[in-house]
């Protein structure tokens, strides 16, 4: 339904700009038209005249000049839509005249209001020249009761008039009676100040002292009513120099610690408007804790070693150690600043904390802070500092001093772009100073390298530790957030920027991938990829198990082949009839063993099972060749001859050596088995 609506809009945009634009049309009326004849050295020139064209007609247009003469002369000439000249051979030297403009175009006309003049009254004199300046020494007499205050040094500063000079031709047009107006300003300055009524130099009584200001000058020949001249070239001039005023910003660079021995002492160069002469020196008092007192003048002419003075910063590098007190000024040709006590830094003092914020950009460093619960006592101001993270000392370093009731302050300044910067705020007390915060900002974030050193610290069957390095401050590129940790491709770990390892728990035996970014405002950096592989470290028990029971089982299998005749380790003829072992106490003696033993594997209780020693021996009173022994079945027939070799074994358990006489020998052990002889 908004359809219908559309063509309704475009109607009254194109009636919109239909009444809002200008229509072609007659042209509007031109101001009443300014005219002069110019100074023109040896002969006089055409008259001059201006005006403005009024609104633009939007079509080609037409303007002309038209004048009219007492003398009965007239005419007209072509000109632009500002200006047109009446040629000199035109118009007569005295002769009152009557001037308008013209405009036409196919639309219509219009027509200027008339001016008149007498040709000799718009005659421009030459233009004045300024010749030279020069200060002028004022003596000004005053009283100051010092005394009165319980002081006798005194100082008072009294900057020297500046004067200036010019000349004008006004002889040559056939007047002497001039007066002229001088435009002046600082070269700071776009404004000019105008004074009036003079005659041929001016005098500035309270110019800024060394500064440089700019002068022009104009002049009229014929007494007040006559044209000006046109205004003259900028004529500049300084004014002379004064003793210095106010006294310098002393600061210091200790890098990151607070001791003395490593602080550089700093100044900032004094603007020219407070120096009011040309810097010729420094002077660096040093008051050391013996008692002693070094002063050191710096001249500016020959800076170098420890004094150098760049990008309106001043340094001077001696050793502070041992130095209880620190003062700084600067002189000129008429006189020095009062000295400039350094605020040292002091540890140990008692400082409330406080809230420490900093905003930072390319052009500015937005700092703030809260006011302590309590004021800090004898407090006399703060100190906003920042330092370039990477740089030498004194350098990428700056300072401002913040009154003690303010709360916030803001650096102006070009701050490189993904850069680090340490801000610390100062508490300054008489002669010291003491950190109350510190952060690090950055201007403007961007995305961080990859994370250095990234590798498997500890590896086990289903974790791992993984470990890393912080990425240096100089290049970061930005507040480090988090550290991103992906596991497999799948699995994310957002880590603190605090922690510099993880630990990976839960993993499968295999091989595993982890890769590792870091993250700051500005989004995560390149990743870093490490590849480790787990195993279970019980696996060899499937081997292991295995064969033990197969050394476990052989015995058995043994016994049990006995029994079921399978002689491999006997001759066949001893296995026909043979006792059935399952008889035997020995067998289930060794059954329990063969338990026991299981039990021991299984379970870790058992440390010290009992296991039966078996010692083989040959017998020394039977010889086999000799005396052949024949073996009594159980129901007392003999089955047979054991062989013509045999050895005797005898077992030692815990209950002693096996007898006839023992009632818990069966049969079979006494058939069988080795007896006491």
Known sequence: MAWPRVPCLLLILLL?????????????????????????????????????PGQDPQIPTSYRLRWNSTEGGSGFVECTNVSGVIPRDLYSSYSYMTVLVRAENQHGSAK????????????KPPTPEITHHCPQPLDIYWTLQCNDLGSSDQHCDCPQPLEIYWTLQCNDLGSSDQHCE???????????????????????????????????????????????????????AQSSESAPVKALDVWSDCGVTSELSQCALMWKEMPTWLVQGKVLGYVVTLSHSNGTVEVVNMSTSEPGGLFVCQEKRCRFTPSLQGVSGVDVSVYNSQGATK???????????????L?????????????????????????????????????????????????????????????????????????VFINSSCLLGSTIGYSLHGLPPKVPEFNVQQIADSNVTLSWQH???????????????????FTVYNVSADQSSFHL???????????????????????????????????????????????????????????????????????????DPSNSNLFQQMKLQFNSSLTAICSPLESNPKISEL???????????????????????????????????????????????????????????????
């Open 112 to 123: 200027s209001k008339t001016a008149e003049f007498n040709t000799g009254d718009i005659k």
């Open 355 to 427: 809230s420490f914020t900093v905003n930072l950009d390319i052009l500015s460093l937005n700092v703030s802070w809260s006011l302590p619960p309590q004021p800090i006592e004898n407090m006399q101001e703060y100190v906003v500092q920042y330092k370039q993270v990477g740089h030498p000392p004194t350098q990428g370093f700056d300072w401002i001093k913040v009154h003690q009731k303010n709360t916030s302050i803001i650096l102006r300044g070009d701050f490189e772009k993904h850069t680090a910067y340490n801000v610390s705020l100062f508490a």
């Open 182 to 236: 001088v435009q002046y300003r600082t070269q700071d300055q776009q404004g000019w100040t105008q004074e009036d009524q003079l005659l041929s130099n001016f005098l500035l009584l309270t110019p800024r002292p060394y500064t440089v200001y700019e002068f022009q000058v104009r002049c009229a020949c014929d007494g007040p009513e006559a044209l000006m001249s046109d205004w003259s070239s900028v004529y500049t």
């Open 339 to 353: 000295p400039a006590p350094l605020a040292l830094p002091t540890l140990g003092l008692q400082v409330p904390e």
């Open 505 to 579: 728990l839960g993993l499968t035996p295999g091989h595993h991938q982890v890769w590792i970014r870091a993250g700051t405002k500005a989004g995560l950096g390149p990743s870093e990829t490490i590849s480790f592989s787990t195993k279970n470290s019980h696996g060899y028990l499937r081997y292991l198990l295995p064969l033990i029971l197969i050394l476990i089982m052989l015995p058995l299998v043994i016994i049990l082949s006995i029994q079921m005749k399978t002689c491999f380790l006997v001759p066949e003829w001893c296995c026909e009839k043979g006792p």
């Open 16 to 52: 919109l700009l239909q009444t809002c634009l200008p229509q072609p049309g007659p042209p509007s009326p031109p101001s009443v038209p300014q005219c002069h004849i110019p100074y023109t050295e040896g002969q006089q020139a055409g008259i001059h005249c201006f005006w403005e």
């Open 471 to 489: 990425i240096s401050l100089t290049q970061r590129k930005g507040l480090i957030l988090l550290y991103q940790l992906v596991l497999n491709n």
């Open 615 to 677: 010692e083989v021996v040959e017998n020394p009173f039977w010889d086999a060749k000799a005396c052949p022994r024949k073996r009594s079945s159980p129901d007392g027939q003999t089955e047979g001859m054991l062989g013509e070799e045999s050895t005797h074994t005898r077992t030692d358990t815990e209950s002693g050596s096996l007898s006839e006489d023992d009632p818990f020998v069966s049969d079979y052990e006494k058939h069988f088995m080795p007896m006491d002889v």
